[in-house]
């Protein structure tokens, strides 16, 4: 049973690019969720994607964006990067299965903007 | 102030040693409370939910005060494998998990 799966794994970018980061759930999982960390910070949430549409979303500019597709594999879009934007992206999915709520992370993308 | 406050770290200590983390959050409406660990450069994993009535997992114990808005995790006989960075996470509204800074502990022979 494959957990979370990421790619890439790390990304190099300049200023003022556009990336794309992709998501697939663990098996059985509807909900993806995606998280910012910086270094020595605890990962901080951008937003949840749920049924093909954001569900809820954390204090992040326009400048994030995503999208679910109908098999619940989701990507993060982040256009005009910003140096500050460098950080190790996770993504969690999670689906209602022995009650709790779970989220499970993914080994993350790491992205550094030049 | 931020959702969710830890000890500031890191925690040094030798093997077998009994080791607490505390944590607190500010949002009374606050539903669902985790440890997460997180080794270096890796993802963090769910290390166990926490309950109002206290639970434990084998050398881990954790618990949480409503009232007080305090969450806590004892590690008793700590293994050198207890090395990591640990989280103390809530949820508020909706089911995004709200991350405190961590707190890391290295544990030596």
């Known amino acids: 049973d494959a957990g979370v799966t990421q790619s890439p794994t790390h990304l190099i970018k300049t200023r003022g690019q556009q990336v794309t980061l992709r998501c697939s759930p663990k098996s059985g999982h509807d909900t993806v969720s995606w998280y910012q960390q910086a270094l020595g910070q605890g990962p901080q949430f951008i937003f949840q994607?749920?049924?093909?549409?954001?569900?809820q979303r954390g204090n992040f500019p326009d400048r994030f964006s995503g999208h679910q597709f109908p098999n619940y594999s989701s990507e993060l879009n982040v256009n005009a990067l910003l140096l500050g934007d460098s950080a190790l992206y996770l993504c969690?999915?999670?689906?209602?299965?022995?009650?709790?709520?779970?989220?499970?992370f993914g080994a993350g993308t790491r992205l550094s903007v030049l | 102030r931020k959702e969710v406050e830890q000890d500031p770290g890191p925690f040094n200590v030798p093997e077998g040693a009994t080791v607490a983390f505390n944590c607190t959050y500010s949002?009374?409406?606050?539903?669902?409370f985790f440890w997460y660990r997180q080794d270096c450069r890796k993802e963090p994993k769910l290390l166990m939910s926490v309950y109002s009535s206290g639970n434990e997992d084998g050398r881990f114990t954790a618990q949480l005060n409503r009232a007080s808005q305090y969450i806590s995790l004892l590690i008793r006989d700590s293994k050198l494998s207890d090395s990591a960075t640990y989280l103390c996470v809530v949820t508020s509204a909706g089911t995004a998990l709200i991350f405190g800074k961590g707190t890391t502990l290295s544990v030596s022979s």
């Open positions: 969690a999915s999670s689906g209602l299965a022995g009650g709790l709520n779970i989220q499970y």
């Open positions: 949002n009374s409406a606050s539903q669902s």
């Open positions: 994607y749920y049924e093909e549409e954001e569900r």
